[in-house]
């Protein structure tokens, strides 16, 4: 059975830990029941012999899967797009792909409630796991339900084709637990309003469609300073794109990515602009996936 599960950009500026949305630029993975378990990867991560012996994905698959009381033995195929490292939801998309192809391997309709809800097993931040199951742009938050257990509740809406993402990757990654240590032990208030009223306006202008508010609405004062300053070139590429286009320019995650949105008609002139100051950065035009996770035909 076939199956894929797209990139993810998270916090989009103010939206620490809350905001993210889901960019059609996926990982496909095929799954065969076998007599051993065999793996095989193209694409990102096929050089590492480490993905190959010790495979995130593949524990979470038979962990989810023995779950149900299944016990066989499988054969993963792998097609990897997404970079990892490089605050694109590489390992969102190992998690929560591997959840919800265990459901249907063992015979359950998968439910991306409860997928997403297993995901914070593995991952405790929603801003990137919401958005790789669901699609679109997504506010999450996680609350304890009734048993006492975390749970995920979240809001989505769709993005339209008329915007499109150009993502400048650089060639050096970044971590997200170094990212995270750098961040400050104490905020002060003013920062935190800033942010809650600039995540708040920003949740309803994707919402609206209201592009042309991004800009203002994307600010942070929480984390992408001191994040982008491990590779202050980041500075200047977020500087660039906002003088030719972008709508909004963020770290992408914890980086070392930089999101952009732009209208339909302005991504080539971006992405060529971006390519031509960045040489060495890969530059990406994407549109947005509003399907997260999903069976594949074939």
Known sequence: MNFSVPATSANLGPGFDCLGLSLNFRN?????????????????????????????????????????????KFSFSFRNNIPISRGMGSSSAVIIGAIFSAFKMAGHVPSKKEVLNIALNYE???????????????ASVVKKNKAGKSIVASLRCSIPNNVKSVMVIPEQPMSTKKSRN?????????????????????????????????????????????????????FQVKKIALHNGALMSTLSGSGSSIFNLCYEDDAKYLAKKMFAKFPKFKVLILDFDNDGVKIEKG
């Open 124 to 138: 405790n931040h929603p801003d990137n796991i919401t958005p790789a199951t669901m699609g679109g742009f997504n």
């Open 28 to 72: 496909y993975f095929s799954i065969r029941e076998a007599k051993e378990q065999t793996i095989s990867i193209q694409g990102e991560g096929q050089s590492n012999p480490h993905f190959m012996q010790d495979n995130t994905f593949v524990k979470i698959f038979m962990q989810t899967y023995k779950r149900f009381g299944e016990n066989s």
């Open 182 to 234: 750098v961040l400050p032990s104490n905020y002060d208030i003013k920062d935190c309003v800033f942010n809650i009223s600039h995540s708040s306006a920003l949740s309803l202008a994707f919402g609206m469609q209201r592009w042309d508010l991004l800009r203002e609405f994307s600010l942070d004062r929480l984390h992408e300073h001191s994040r982008m300053s491990i590779f202050p070139i980041l």
